[in-house]
Nanobody, 125 residues
Framework: QVQLMESGGGSVQAWDSLSLSCTASGGTFSRYDMAWFRQAPGKAREFVAT????????FYKDSVKGRFTISRHNDKNALYLQMDNLKPEDTARYYC??????????????????WGQGTQVTVSS
């Protein structure tokens, strides 16, 4: 299984931007569907965005559409999440997830086999 490591989190003000990265090792990155999830204290882990391994098709949580952009660079074994116009409600620990194949249930965290340790994003008003 691939090992994942996130980076790029931090503390910012509302309307600022952050770019998260996830580096994969120990597997063939291009063979994995990839996603970002997040979890705020006391809340369940929730889907943020996903990108297919073959088509590059993307899907987003409604509340981040138009503000967040997921992308991948297979040659660099890297997944990215560009977050613009951040809001306090985006505050959470952000996790990178991977699975060899994710069908229609891409928003369900139980579908993913591989997870990183997460990176904290804090947005203040």
């Amino acid at each position: 299984q691939v090992q994942l490591m996130e980076s790029g989190g931090g503390s910012v003000q509302a309307w600022d931007s952050l770019s998260l990265s996830c580096t994969a090792s120990g597997g063939t990155f291009s063979r994995y569907d990839m996603a970002w999830f997040r979890q705020a204290p006391g809340k369940a882990r929730e889907f943020v965005a996903t990108i297919r391994k073959n088509s590059g098709e993307t899907f987003y949580k409604d509340s981040v559409k138009g503000r967040f952009t997921i992308s991948r660079h297979n040659d660099k074994n890297a997944l990215y999440l560009q977050m613009d116009n951040l809001k306090p409600e985006d505050t959470a620990r952000y996790y990178c997830a991977a699975d060899p194949w994710i069908g229609s249930r891409f928003a369900e965290h139980a579908e993913y086999d591989c997870w990183g340790q997460g990176t904290q994003v804090t947005v203040s008003s």
